[in-house]
């Protein structure tokens, strides 16, 4: 049995995203508590588990980190949009204004 690709994890929605990761956080649980018992016949799913967590949580924080930067980007444009845009004049009086510094 191979190892499950990323592919498969990037296909999947939001929603079943995280079901996927509790079932397999679930998984990893009875796996333990196998190893445990000393009912451990496929040590090895151990890996397979741990590796499709790991998957599943990666893609997880990708959209994580997406999201974030498509609400950064809508408020850096809604703020440029709400700025009126500063004349010539205002610029000219502001260099004129600068303050002299006393001695």
């Given at each position: 049995?191979?190892?499950?690709?990323?592919?498969?994890a990037?296909e999947?929605?939001?929603?079943?995203?995280?079901?996927?990761?509790?079932?397999?956080?679930?998984?990893?649980?009875?796996?333990?508590?196998?190893?445990?018992?000393?009912?451990?016949e496929k040590?090895?799913?151990?890996?397979?588990?741990?590796?499709?967590?790991?998957?599943?949580?990666?893609?997880?924080?990708?959209?994580?980190?997406?999201?974030?930067?498509?609400?950064?980007?809508?408020?850096?444009a809604?703020?440029?949009?709400?700025?009126?845009a500063?004349?010539?004049?205002?610029?000219?009086?502001?260099?004129?204004?600068?303050?002299?510094?006393?001695?």
């Amino acid at each position: 049995m191979s190892l499950p690709k990323i592919k498969e994890a990037r296909e999947l929605s939001d929603a079943a995203l995280a079901e996927q990761i509790l079932a397999v956080k679930r998984q990893l649980m009875e796996l333990r508590l196998q190893q445990a018992t000393g009912r451990m016949e496929k040590p090895h799913l151990f890996k397979h588990a741990k590796h499709r967590v790991a998957q599943l949580m990666t893609v997880e924080r990708e959209r994580q980190v997406v999201a974030e930067a498509e609400a950064a980007e809508k408020l850096a444009a809604s703020k440029e949009a709400a700025q009126p845009a500063p004349t010539a004049a205002v610029s000219q009086e502001s260099e004129a204004a600068e303050p002299t510094i006393a001695q």
